[in-house]
């Protein structure tokens, strides 16, 4: 035990040392070797993985359902100045053998978000922390300072906090809330029968509903084109309705928790005069309710 602490102990005099020879050219924000930690929170609504960072704030992969993977650096205070920062993938001090990997330049927000990476770099990112390396953002700060600032993560501890975010995608839903909220079902030019692509999105808006407490109703509403009389256009947006309204039935959603109304071609969202228009009229509407617990924090 003696030997392995004596170890450690050289190993972190060597961190530090090699950190202070680069205050230099740059202030480096990263988490001691024994301070490095990874969180993940989970849910069937959104996975994050993430990092604090010492006097900076913190690092997160942030994958909500229904969304592509997003990783953000979050600030306690605006540091870095808007612009270009670049992206290293950086071999740790304890592997020397290992090569440093330019990941390109992305762009800075001056704020407490400045840096959101697309899809395609923050897989990138999740990969060669899993490889072992660092990942290193190196930004001027905006009240220029002649030293660059880098905000460095760690890879200690992040397989095991990786294995469980990657649980977490595992569970979680096709959609989220705000991609259901307002849902159009479009129909032929006659009956009341929807096609296969109109059911996903009503079996999506069941998944979501069944899984979501905070949903408290649903609201259908009819539409037609002006094609055909006045009244029979009331009587197939009702069909239509219905018909929509006995699918989300068929896939566990409580009638009681459904209100149908039809209007026929009442309330067009666009010309009836071309076939695109009359088409984009022939809809069903689905309204998604839910509850929003205000934060008393806030509102106290």
């Known amino acids: 035990m003696a030997v392995q602490s004596t170890w450690r102990q050289r190993l972190l005099s060597l961190c530090a040392a090699l950190s202070m020879a680069g205050t230099a050219a740059a202030t480096e924000y990263t988490p001691p070797m024994d301070q490095s930690i990874w969180t993940v929170s989970s849910s069937i609504f959104a996975c994050e993985l993430r990092q604090t960072v010492p006097f900076y704030g913190e690092a997160g992969f942030y994958h909500r359902a229904g969304e592509q993977l997003a990783m953000q650096l979050r600030s306690d205070t605006p540091r870095l100045k808007s612009g270009k920062a670049r992206l290293t993938a950086r071999a740790p001090v304890w592997r020397p053998k290992m090569s440093n990997i330019d990941l390109g330049l992305v762009p800075v927000t001056q704020g407490l978000q400045p840096v959101r990476l697309d899809s395609r770099l923050s897989n990138r990112a999740l990969t060669e922390l899993h490889a072992g390396r660092e990942l290193v953002v190196t930004r001027y700060p905006w009240y220029g300072a002649q030293e660059s600032s880098r905000i460095a993560l760690s890879p200690i501890n992040f397989q095991a906090a990786y294995q469980q975010y990657l649980k977490c995608l595992a569970g979680l839903l096709p959609v989220n809330y705000d991609q259901i909220a307002r849902t159009s079902v479009y129909f032929p030019s006659s009956g009341d029968d929807f096609p296969g692509a109109e059911k996903r ?75 695109k228009g009359r088409a984009q009229n022939r809809r069903v509407t689905v309204r998604v309710d839910r509850i929003e617990v205000p934060d008393l924090a806030a509102n106290p």
């Open 201 to 275: 999105k009503l079996r999506h808006i069941a998944i979501y509903t069944l899984a979501d407490p905070k949903v408290s109703h649903l609201f259908i509403d009819g539409h037609t084109d002006s094609k055909g009389l006045r009244e029979d256009n009331l009587a197939l947006s009702k069909r239509r309705a219905e018909s929509v309204q006995q699918f989300l039935i068929s896939q566990g959603i409580p009638e009681d928790k459904l209100t149908v109304r039809w209007h026929g071609e009442r309330y067009p969202v666009t010309s009836n005069e071309s076939r």
